[in-house]
Each structure stands twice: as C-alpha cells, then as structure tokens.
C-alpha cells in the first residue's frame, strides 16, 4: 500500500516537472540579470540565492497549471504571472538606478508620491534602461506569444499535485532556513541576513536573493521580528594599544543630569524592551566637558541638510562660497555621510543624533513611511529645536521648498520643536520641482535676522537629480557653470555643479544679509548632505573626486561645514565621524546641557569612541576599515606591532559598540523612550537650575569657563 502510494505521488509530481523547472530558470534568469547588472560580477553570488528559488519555484508552480479544457486560460495566466514577477525585478532596476538602492518592503507606502514627485525624472531612467527592461520582461512576453499560438504543453497535474506544490513550497523553505546555520550565524552570514531586525536591504539581498529578501522583509513589516541577530549589551572599549593611557582631561563630568539613573529607570517599566535600553544605558559612560564646550555659547545658528550635496560640489571656481565655508571654521576631515539614498533618514539623523530604521521595520498603518514619519506624536525632546528652545527660549524656524505634506515634515518639524513655512504655506516659487534654493532663502532670511538670537533650520531642494537639463535648476545654471568650469566634464557632473550652484548663489545670499546686519562673526552655519548624490554616474563621480574610489567606504566620504566667520583660525579634527555626530557636537559646542548617553552620536571633540558609521553597518575607526557584508576588516596602522588577539579584541568591540548605537536608536523609536525617560524625570527642573546658575556671580578670572554639563 506504502509502495502505491509512493508511486501514485511520483506520477501526480512527473506531470508538472517542466512547469517547474520553467519557473526556476527563469527566476534564477532575473536574479543572477539584475545581479549582474548592479554589482557588474557574478563571482560572489551567494548559493543561498538559488536555493531559496526552490520554494518560490514550487509557489509559482502551485498558482499555475495546465489543463486539457483551460490551456489557452491557463497559458495566459501564465503570461500574466511573468509579466507581473518580470515588473517586480523591473521596478527594483529603476529604483536602483534612480535612488541607489534596491526597494525595501517598508518604504512601499512612499511609491505613490515618489512616482508623481519624481515622473520627470523616471522618464529618462527608463529610456536609458529599455532595453534591460525588455530583457526582464522577456519571459512573460515569450509565453503571451506562445499562447497566442496555441503551443501550450498538455499537461496537468490536478488537485493532488496542487497540494503537493503547496506542501513543498513550507516544506523547501523551511528546510533552506534550518540549513543556514551550516553556512555559520555571524550578522555576515546569511543566517545573520535572514534573522537580524537591523540589516539594510541591499546587504541582505545580496546574500539571501533579491525576491526571497522582500519576502522575508515583507514578513518583518507585517508580523515583526521573530529573532534578532545583533542585542544590546554591555559597551565595552578595548584600547589597541597594550600600554595605551585615556586622556586625562581636566574636566568633571556635567551635573544637569545626575538624577537620570538609568537603573533605577529600568524598575519603572515592564516592558522588557525599555528594561533593555535602561540596563544598556546604564553601562554606557557619559562624555565629559571638553575645550570647546560653550566656544559658540550664545551665538546663532543655521543648520542646513543640503539636498545632495557633498565635497564633490565645492570647487574653488566653481562654488567660491562653499569653498571658503568648507575650509574654515571646524574642518572636519574624516566626515562620511551614511546613507546613499532616502532624505528622509540622513534629515533624521542630523536631527535627532540618532540612527533612522534603514531595515525591516514594521508597517505601521495610517503613519508616514519611513523613521522620520513614525516620529510623529512621539516625544522627541532630544531633537535640536525642542533642546533650543527648551534652554535657550528660542523659537527655532525651519524652512524647506517643497511641500510639507511630502515626507511629512509639516508634522515632523513641529514635533522636533520648529515653527515651517514651506512651498505654497509661506512662500511662493517659480518652480515645482526642483525649486531655488536662492529663492527660498531670500524669502525667510528677514524672519530671524534681527532676533538678539535665533536658530533656523534648512532643508534645500536645489541640488536634487537628475544632472540633466531636464531640471530646471541645472538648466538655470549650466551655462555660468560652462564659463566657469576650465577642464571637460562628463554631462552628470557640470549637471550636478550647476544643479548646486543655486546653493552657492543662496549661501551667497545668506553671508551678505548676515553681514550687514553684523550678525556673521556671532553665527554658526552648519551645512551637510542628506545622502550620497546617487544620480550622479559612475564617470561624473569620479571625474569629480580625481579618482576611482571604493563603494564601500570611499563613495560616502563627505564634507560637513561647520563655519563661523568669527574664529580667528580653522579647527581641523580628523576623528572620523558621521551624520549622528553632529547634533551632539553643536550642543556641545553651544553649552546646551544634554545627555550624551541619549544620543547615538558623539561629540566630535569629545573622549568617546569616534566611528563613522554607514547605514548599512559598515565603518570606519582612526584604526580599521570594517566591511559587515563580508565581515573583512583593512587595517589602517602597522598590525605587526599588535598581537592577534588584542587587534580581535579592538575589531569586536568596535563591532559591538556600532551595533548597540544602532540597536539603541531603533529601540528609542519603537518604544517612544524619549517619553518614558522624561516622564519619570523632570528635564524642565534641568533648565530651571541652568538658568539658577547663570544668574550666579562668577569671579572675574573665570568669566570665560563654561558651565559644568554633561554632553
């Protein structure tokens, strides 16, 4: 009986075999085609790519078969299915091309505005990639064909065969998954790709395939996270050097915040991750005071995300302001700007100090995509408007030309403790999109410029892609670029100069107004890039840097402006640091009191760890260069000095602080942290005994000491 049985699932399986076989090449086809059209090798395709095709194989299969009465019907059903996989792949091309990186599941809530914001744009990406989309379209069309013809195979496979294809497809996944543990369970591994809340979805499409990780990250979004590859635990800083001292600095510990006893705050909560966060906290070691804290106490600031903007806009000839801007003030010389894509994120950082989710966070249904919308209604007193005006008393402004709606920074904004204007609620532009940075500029400066003290905000649009005429922006300045520019150009990079030479020209603006109203030597502008400028082509890129450089580290080193026209000489800092860092740095640097345990950035000046961090977990120490997707790590010090051992132990401890910082910043999000902490401590008492303090009589010879802070 076991024999026939055996024999009649044998042949019921026989019957749908070519189908089966059909749909597995194919879906390798599109893998290993948008594969290599993205990373330009097939070389190091994870094998794990073709095997989670099995089970996506056999579901294609159980949607679809033939039959005797309904070949035509089903032969079209077929057709549509390829078309609509084939749309997929083609969807996940031009997102690729246009924003550079693949489409996340979470971020499928932004498609309907992306597509009516970015339509010009989109038109010429998909000229220019016609034919790959015929090629990824290729089997669906070729199966419409042969239906059309009649030339469907003769074969079914029945209810029995439908149940065993829908039997296979739990039965193959779950036996790939329960394999990848063989393969090792570091966060590099596949198995780490599959399982971690954290991963971005670039680095884990590459090691589990690019359909098989929407899946799995349309399973994070719509059930949440069943294991986490990367925990928050105890910090601990390994020093490299054995005989190594910590800089003795003669400074105490700032005392606004002395209350904030994070283990007594993890027995307030019972939710285990909040306990988590507070236990974490806890073990973490606040910065201390630093020369340069309160070297801008008192003056104005202007804190402007730049709309694509990177060191590759500012040349001497080209952009003169950004020049002048870029290398004086506070030099940094090791800024990377994390994320390649998305403004929405790199604006959040630059805010808040604190890590956007890049990977598979949950939908949440009725909110606005991405960390920046999830913020909404959530305490986010941490956030540079809410610290101004919560110990300076200042309203702080901001301004963005282009809608509020999109994105949603008509409510983000406000939470973080702005008062907008935007395009159409404020102010008025001669174009839609892009719009002038120049113009946005000449219609808010008269806001603030004659308040005794302000901060404004800015988040520009002039500099956004494509670097084509197509944009209106590049349009307006191509040809004073032309006159300018004293070598040839690839056409993406004179677009790109010219797109942000309307920043230039605002800047320009900005300085001038500032300077008759002898306001420039007391203001601090700060000025950085959202993301990597992706529209830029690989020639106009590196025509633009001189040099070919590495994707991984060297395409993210940036430029953050920190100038004010008052100091007397440059301050060079060459600790690497990122968008996070930067927030932290100009409280630091404005006396602001603030916890820098809730912060995933660090002062710049500060003696914590300084590791520019990229969004997708790799970094960059004063010592390593630390690959996550492949787990390599390239040494930038003299390794035959150092025992393995101690150098592991550095490379670990760095990899454990990154992956707290980020751990900690989805968990603040998720949580609403920020409320739990200050709901049980009173931060208003902060300011009130700040401002007891100032009112303090202080001797003569210590009038210019800063006051006791914790950053």
Same mark, same amino acid.
Not at 68 to 82: M, P
Not at 240 to 265: G, M, P
Not at 284 to 310: D, R, W
Not at 660 to 672: F, H, M, Q, V, W
């Given at each position: 009986?076991?024999?026939?049985?055996?024999?009649?699932?044998?042949?019921?399986?026989?019957?749908?075999?070519?189908?089966?076989?059909?749909?597995?090449?194919?879906?390798?086809?599109?893998?290993?085609?948008?594969?290599?059209?993205?990373?330009?090798?097939?070389? /190091?395709?994870?094998?794990?790519?073709?095997?989670?095709?099995?089970?996506?194989?056999?579901?294609?299969?159980?949607?679809?078969?033939?039959?005797?009465?309904?070949? #035509?019907?089903?032969?079209?059903?077929?057709?549509?299915?390829?078309?609509?996989?084939?749309?997929?792949?083609?969807? =996940?091309?031009?997102?690729?091309?246009?924003?550079?990186?693949?489409?996340?599941?979470?971020?499928?809530?932004?498609?309907? /505005? &992306?597509?009516?914001?970015?339509?010009?744009?989109?038109?010429?990406?998909?000229?220019?990639?016609?034919?790959?989309?015929?090629?990824?379209?290729?089997?669906?069309?070729?199966?419409?064909?042969?239906?059309?013809?009649?030339?469907?195979?003769?074969?079914?496979?029945?209810?029995?065969?439908?149940?065993?294809?829908?039997?296979?497809?739990?039965?193959?996944?779950?036996?790939?998954?329960?394999?990848?543990?063989?393969?090792?369970?570091?966060?590099?591994?596949?198995?780490?790709?599959?399982?971690?809340?954290?991963?971005?979805? =670039?680095?884990?499409?590459?090691?589990?395939?690019?359909?098989?990780?929407?899946?799995?990250?349309?399973?994070?979004?719509?059930?949440?996270? *069943?294991?986490?590859?990367?925990?928050?635990?105890?910090?601990?800083?390994?020093?490299?050097?054995?005989?190594?001292?910590?800089?003795?600095?003669?400074?105490?510990?700032?005392?606004?915040?002395?209350?904030?006893?994070?283990?007594?705050?993890?027995?307030?909560?019972?939710?285990? *991750?909040?306990?988590?966060?507070?236990?974490?906290?806890?073990?973490?070691?606040?910065? #201390?005071?630093?020369?340069?804290?309160?070297?801008?106490?008192?003056?104005?600031?202007?804190?402007?995300?730049?709309?694509?903007?990177?060191?590759?806009? +500012?040349?001497?000839?080209?952009?003169?302001?950004?020049?002048?801007?870029?290398?004086?003030?506070?030099?940094?010389?090791?800024?990377?700007?994390?994320?390649?894509?998305?403004?929405?994120?790199?604006?959040?950082?630059?805010?808040?100090?604190?890590?956007? =989710?890049?990977?598979?966070?949950?939908?949440?249904?009725?909110?606005?995509?991405?960390?920046?919308?999830?913020?909404?209604?959530?305490?986010?007193?941490?956030?540079?408007?809410?610290?101004?005006?919560?110990?300076?008393?200042?309203?702080?402004?901001?301004?963005?030309?282009?809608?509020?709606?999109?994105?949603?920074?008509?409510?983000?904004?406000?939470?973080?403790?702005? *008062?907008?204007?935007?395009?159409?609620?404020?102010?008025?532009?001669?174009? &839609?999109?892009?719009?002038?940075?120049?113009?946005?500029?000449?219609?808010?400066?008269?806001?603030?410029?004659? %308040?005794?003290?302000?901060?404004?905000?800015?988040?520009?649009?002039?500099?956004?892609?494509?670097?084509?005429?197509?944009?209106?922006?590049? &349009?307006?300045? +191509?040809?004073?670029?032309?006159?300018?520019?004293?070598?040839?150009?690839?056409?993406?990079?004179?677009?790109?100069?010219?797109?942000?030479?309307?920043?230039?020209?605002?800047?320009?603006?900005?300085?001038?107004?500032?300077?008759?109203?002898?306001?420039?030597?007391?203001?601090?502008?700060?000025?950085?890039? %959202?993301?990597?400028?992706?529209?830029?082509?690989?020639?106009?890129?590196?025509?633009?840097?001189?040099?070919?450089?590495?994707?991984?580290?060297?395409?993210?080193?940036?430029?953050?402006?920190?100038?004010?026209?008052?100091?007397?000489? #440059?301050?060079?800092?060459?600790?690497?640091?990122?968008?996070?860092?930067?927030?932290?740095?100009?409280?630091?640097?404005?006396?602001?009191?603030?916890?820098?345990?809730?912060? &995933?950035?660090?002062? +710049?000046?500060?003696?914590?760890?300084?590791?520019?961090?990229?969004?997708?977990?790799?970094?960059?120490?004063?010592?390593?260069?630390?690959?996550?997707?492949?787990?390599?790590?390239?040494?930038?010090?003299?390794?035959?000095?150092?025992?393995?051992?101690?150098?592991?132990?550095?490379?670990?401890?760095?990899?454990?602080?990154?992956?707290?910082?980020?751990?900690?910043?989805?968990?603040?999000?998720?949580? /609403?942290?920020?409320?739990?902490?200050?709901?049980?401590?009173?931060?208003?008492?902060?300011?009130?005994?700040?401002?007891?303090?100032?009112?303090?009589?202080?001797?003569?010879?210590?009038?210019?000491?800063?006051?006791?802070?914790?950053?």
């Amino acid at each position: 009986m076991n024999n026939g049985f055996v024999s009649r699932l044998r042949e019921s399986l026989q019957t749908p075999l070519k189908n089966l076989l059909s749909y597995f090449l194919i879906l390798m086809y599109w893998e290993l085609l948008l594969y290599y059209e993205l990373h330009k090798t097939l070389m /190091d395709l994870s094998y794990w790519n073709i095997l989670f095709m099995i089970p996506i194989s056999f579901l294609l299969a159980f949607l679809n078969d033939y039959s005797e009465r309904h070949k #035509k019907i089903d032969g079209l059903w077929k057709a549509l299915i390829l078309l609509a996989f084939g749309l997929f792949y083609v969807g =996940d091309l031009i997102y690729y091309k246009s924003f550079g990186s693949l489409v996340s599941a979470s971020m499928i809530g932004m498609g309907t /505005d &992306a597509i009516n914001s970015f339509w010009w744009s989109l038109r010429t990406t998909l000229s220019d990639n016609a034919s790959l989309i015929v090629m990824f379209e290729l089997p669906g069309l070729v199966q419409l064909i042969l239906t059309l013809l009649g030339k469907n195979p003769d074969y079914s496979y029945g209810f029995k065969g439908h149940l065993a294809m829908l039997a296979l497809v739990f039965v193959t996944w779950f036996g790939v998954v329960q394999a990848l543990p063989l393969a090792g369970t570091a966060d590099h591994t596949a198995y780490g790709a599959y399982y971690s809340r954290y991963i971005d979805t =670039d680095t884990a499409s590459r090691k589990l395939g690019v359909l098989p990780n929407f899946i799995v990250e349309l399973r994070y979004s719509l059930f949440g996270s *069943t294991k986490n590859s990367s925990t928050l635990q105890a910090n601990e800083e390994v020093a490299i050097e054995e005989t190594a001292q910590k800089e003795k600095l003669d400074v105490i510990q700032y005392n606004e915040y002395e209350e904030l006893d994070f283990a007594a705050l993890a027995q307030l909560s019972d939710d285990e *991750t909040i306990k988590t966060l507070c236990e974490y906290l806890a073990s973490v070691n606040p910065s #201390k005071q630093n020369e340069y804290t309160g070297l801008f106490e008192g003056y104005n600031l202007i804190y402007i995300c730049a709309e694509s903007f990177s060191s590759l806009a +500012i040349d001497e000839t080209v952009t003169p302001v950004l020049y002048k801007m870029a290398n004086n003030g506070i030099v940094l010389n090791n800024y990377y700007n994390s994320f390649r894509n998305t403004t929405t994120n790199g604006e959040y950082a630059f805010l808040t100090g604190v890590w956007p =989710d890049v990977a598979r966070q949950e939908t949440n249904m009725g909110k606005i995509t991405g960390t920046m919308g999830q913020s909404i209604g959530k305490d986010m007193s941490t956030a540079l408007g809410n610290m101004f005006d919560l110990f300076e008393g200042l309203d702080s402004r901001a301004y963005h030309n282009y809608y509020g709606s999109y994105y949603g920074r008509n409510k983000t904004l406000p939470n973080m403790g702005f *008062t907008c204007q935007f395009m159409n609620d404020g102010m008025k532009f001669t174009t &839609a999109w892009p719009a002038s940075d120049l113009e946005m500029m000449e219609q808010s400066v008269d806001d603030y410029i004659n %308040d005794d003290q302000f901060v404004t905000y800015y988040m520009t649009f002039s500099g956004h892609g494509n670097y084509t005429t197509d944009n209106v922006m590049v &349009a307006r300045n +191509i040809k004073t670029v032309n006159s300018l520019l004293d070598e040839y150009l690839p056409t993406s990079a004179v677009g790109y100069l010219a797109a942000n030479y309307e920043l230039e020209k605002a800047m320009d603006y900005l300085l001038q107004r500032l300077e008759e109203a002898g306001k420039l030597d007391n203001t601090v502008i700060v000025l950085t890039g %959202d993301h990597y400028p992706y529209y830029l082509t690989d020639h106009g890129y590196e025509s633009l840097r001189g040099e070919s450089v590495d994707e991984n580290f060297g395409s993210f080193k940036s430029s953050c402006i920190i100038y004010n026209a008052g100091l007397e000489e #440059k301050i060079e800092v060459d600790a690497p640091c990122c968008n996070v860092d930067i927030l932290p740095t100009i409280l630091n640097l404005f006396g602001i009191p603030y916890d820098s345990r809730l912060y &995933a950035g660090t002062d +710049i000046f500060g003696s914590g760890v300084h590791i520019a961090q990229i969004y997708n977990r790799n970094f960059v120490t004063d010592k390593v260069m630390y690959n996550y997707a492949t787990g390599k790590a390239t040494w930038l010090i003299d390794t035959e000095k150092y025992d393995e051992q101690r150098l592991n132990s550095y490379l670990e401890s760095m990899i454990s602080i990154v992956n707290n910082r980020y751990a900690l910043s989805i968990g603040i999000e998720e949580t /609403d942290f920020y409320a739990f902490v200050f709901d049980n401590f009173d931060l208003y008492s902060v300011k009130e005994k700040k401002i007891e303090e100032e009112t303090v009589e202080v001797p003569e010879e210590k009038a210019g000491e800063s006051i006791t802070q914790l950053s």
